[in-house]
């Protein structure tokens, strides 16, 4: 039986190969891009899975309010492991990591810039699951000035040499004697590492200070430890170990700032597996992803899926007719309805077969593009494992069941009698449905339009703002701090090209770069709790004029001021917090100043506000202070002849360091990076939003079709009548208009709230302007007019004779 259902449903796909082809073209997109969606979807939600003990692994961030400003972050002092460990017995063992970034790594002659380098612990290896494939884990970092690289690193340095016991020198300064090769972290994990150095090796691995947070922790918990159990007990741990160090230094009690709600010290423990969706704190090791962005693509999955079935159900009940007399004969002939439940069910199964296979060759084809898209590596090979392979079932059989429902359940109870006189009617219901339908995919369809076009609109507004400075024609040259005593001559000589407008000395830049926070006291106050904590960033007296930020009161640091060295520069935001009319000439005292004696450094200027953090943030107080930061050097160009001029900093640069490695980067790319994930979020979006009005307007297509055949006689009878082309065309596109004004009054206002969501993320927003509706909704109708109208006019251009001659 089976078989026949197989052979009469693979002769009906041949025999209505039109039908067939919208039917199979727009299932395999939407099951294609279904599959993209969900191999990014099971990505992000197998984040450090790979790790045995991942269900025992959490890291301690920690709460802070202070200086009227919150903080969350993700490091911790230097003592909180060892305390840890030692106070709580839940703690069976951690790891801290300091310093995740760059650093130059030379062996022998060759030098290179690691961008993914940090100092642990010895018990990383016991704690997480990264193989050591050489050397002892309990060992390899156990003590100062030891390494592991990982393989491809230890490639990279030592070809085919075995490395174990051979150095590499870290920054020009000292040699690290390699213990181990690790195998390389997997894609999907919160952390990635080429070199991991011995945490003994620097000072901050003894660091007593609790209000000094460096290091990140992590702890791994007893198998039945109750974490929740442990977290409640940590703020014991602040009050017997932080807040003695915070009243030294603030002058007043930690309950009296706390009551009075100007201070918080909190700690917390964040799941390993929650990491890289549920964190976005500060000092977290590599950008993390946000779980709304999960639930964003998988409704979007879920809303091409179905609106792909949708066509296949639409096409169904159009062509219910014709099948109708089918079901008839088949009654006549001694069918039951279970076999032609079974006929039909079974042709909608065989298409959706067909069309995963076909959607499969499609993922295959556009996997390399999503991969650069998303920034992820997904594999195809993913399809075929466990979970993967079950949705790959489910999705055929629940997408041929559900698509297929309408004619297997509604077509098969059809009267033989009626249908064979000819008088079945299908029925004010059935026209329902299928309106319903047609709205429902438009709909979805209008609500990612206005999604692409609010997401693009607020990133051109990023681009566009006024960020109080100058971020174009910015080269950033890394790495400087290897000049050493060279600094100052390298900078003037490049300062001798023409080409070159000023420079400047200093790792802190409005991009992700070197940061800074700590609390500042206005003069009399320093002894209560009227602090804030603010940024505060090392600068050269170049600064200003090089990043072309504007100063509105006062003066910026000059040579010709031997005092500047006890000066601050200030932008608008802390004169406007600390209330300062007349700030020129107010002292301030940083928390770092009064641990070495009171040191007051005096306002001598006022900087316009500008963004030095992301716009999801609002500007915040920021002082600026004459102190020596060599970490990058800033050259404004001139425009004319930028590779040019990169070379002559090249050739500057071999001069003085020949063995080291040239890295340059550019404001304003620095500056679009910041936002690399909204930029993707917009592209993938337009992309998807594209396709499901694609696989609309094929369902809009076979609909119009089927409508304007059924209506071949009314046609042509209404042209024998004096009916004109235009008033034809009008009448055979007019429900479809309505139906997609209909779709487009109830995407509106659900679009606008999720967008509106979707904003809340930026302190600074671009309206939600009500043009980009109408806008949406014409640019739908147009494309959904043209699909329909194509189909009219050759309806509407049949010769009447043939048409009152059809059947």
């Avoid at 709304?292 to 169904?316: D, E, G, H, Q």
């Avoid at 209330?579 to 040191?599: E, I, N, Q, V």
Wanted: glycine share 6%; hydrophobic share 45%; charged share 20%.
């Amino acid at each position: 039986m089976l078989k026949n259902y197989i052979k009469t449903g693979l002769r009906n796909l041949f025999k209505h190969k039109g039908y067939s082809l919208i039917n199979i073209a727009g299932l395999a997109i939407g099951m294609a891009s279904c599959l993209l969606i969900l191999l990014f979807v099971r990505h992000e939600l197998s984040y450090d899975n790979f790790n045995e003990k991942a269900d025992r692994i959490y890291r301690v961030a920690g709460s802070y309010r202070y200086g009227g400003r919150d903080f969350e972050i993700a490091v911790n002092p230097a003592a909180l492991a060892e305390v840890m460990i030692k106070d709580y017995p839940e703690v069976i063992d951690a790891v801290r990591f300091f310093g995740f970034g760059d650093y130059i790594i030379q062996h022998k002659d060759n030098s290179f810039k690691e961008t993914r380098v940090s100092f642990t612990d010895s018990s990383f290896f016991t704690i997480f699951s990264v193989p050591l494939l050489k050397g002892d884990p309990e060992t390899a970092l156990a003590s100062p000035n030891m390494l592991v690289l990982s393989q491809n690193t230890a490639k990279k340095y030592f070809g085919e040499e075995d490395p174990i016991g051979k150095t590499l020198k870290i920054d020009n300064e000292k040699d690290y004697e390699v213990t181990g090769i690790f195998q390389e972290i997997p894609d999907n994990s919160h952390f990635h590492f080429d070199l991991l150095l011995s945490l003994s090796s620097i000072p901050v691995s003894k660091d007593k200070t609790w209000i000094s947070q460096n290091l990140q922790t992590y702890i791994l918990l007893h198998e039945k430890a109750d974490f929740r159990g442990l977290e409640a007990k940590l703020p014991e741990l602040v009050m017997k170990y932080m807040a003695p160090q915070f009243e030294a230094v603030l002058g007043t009690s930690i309950e009296k700032l706390a009551a009075e709600g100007e201070l918080r010290a909190e700690l917390y423990l964040q799941p390993l597996k929650k990491i890289h969706l549920h964190s976005d704190l500060l000092g977290e090791m590599e950008p993390t992803s946000d779980i709304k962005y999960v639930y964003i693509f998988s409704a979007i999955a879920l809303f091409i899926l179905i609106i792909a079935s949708i066509n296949f159900m639409n096409l169904s009940t159009a062509r219910a007719a014709g099948r109708a007399r089918e079901v008839g004969v088949r009654k006549v002939l001694g069918s039951y309805r279970k076999q032609l439940i079974g006929q039909f069910l079974t042709e909608s199964m065989v298409l959706s077969l067909i069309s995963m296979i076909t959607a499969i060759l499609l993922v295959w084809l556009a996997l390399p593009l999503f991969n650069s898209l998303s920034g992820k590596v997904l594999p195809l090979s993913n399809l075929g494992q466990g979970p993967m392979l079950l949705a790959l079932i489910l999705m055929t059989s629940l997408t041929g069941f559900f698509a297929g429902s309408y004619p297997a359940f509604f077509i098969s109870a059809f009267r033989p009698a009626n249908v064979l006189k000819g008088q079945m009617s299908s029925g004010i219901k059935v026209k329902l449905i299928r309106r319903g339908l047609v709205v429902f995919q438009f709909m979805a369809s209008i609500i990612l339009i206005i999604g692409t076009f609010i997401v693009y609109k607020q990133l051109n507004y990023i681009q566009n703002k006024k960020l109080g400075f100058n971020k174009e024609q910015v080269l950033i040259l890394e790495n400087t701090y290897l000049l050493k005593k060279q600094t100052e001559t390298f900078k003037n000589e490049v300062l001798a090209y023409p080409q070159i407008l000023s420079a400047s000395v200093s790792g802190f830049l409005p991009v992700p770069s070197d940061f800074n926070q700590s609390a500042v006291f206005p003069e009399g106050e320093i002894d209560n709790e009227n602090s804030t904590s603010m940024q505060i960033w090392r600068v050269d007296d170049d600064y200003i004029e090089t990043l072309g930020m504007n100063i509105v009161e006062g003066r910026d640091f000059s040579r010709e001021y031997s005092t500047d060295k006890e000066a601050v520069v200030i932008n608008q935001e802390v004169a406007r917090h600390f209330g300062w009319d007349k700030p020129l000439g107010k002292r301030l005292a940083t928390a770092l100043s009064l641990m070495g004696g009171t040191k007051l450094y005096t306002v001598i200027g006022v900087v316009e506000d500008f963004h030095f953090e992301s716009l999801r943030n609002n500007i915040g107080p920021l002082i600026m202070l004459l102190q020596p930061s060599t970490s990058r050097i800033s050259f404004r160009m001139k425009t004319d002849d930028i590779s040019g001029t990169i070379g002559l900093i090249r050739k500057k640069w071999r001069e003085f360091l020949p063995n080291q490695p040239f890295e340059y980067s550019f404001l304003d790319e620095a500056f679009d990076s910041m936002y690399r994930s909204e930029q993707r979020i917009g592209k993938i979006f337009g992309i998807f939003a594209a396709l499901a009005v694609f696989i609309g307007c094929l369902g809009l297509f076979g609909l119009a079709a089927f409508t304007a055949e059924q209506r071949t006689k009314e046609i042509g009878i209404r042209k024998v009548l004096g009916a004109t082309a235009p008033k034809i065309i009008r009448l055979l596109v007019k429900e479809f208009i309505t139906l997609i004004a209909l779709a487009n009054v109830i995407a509106w206002p659900i679009a606008y709230l999720v967008m509106k969501g979707w904003l809340k993320d930026f302190a600074y927003q671009t309206p939600v302007q009500i043009w980009i509706f109408p806008a949406a909704g014409l640019f739908t109708l147009l494309i959904a007019l043209f699909t329909v109208s194509s189909q009219a006019i050759k309806a509407a251009l049949t010769n009447p004779v043939d048409s009152i001659k059809y059947e």
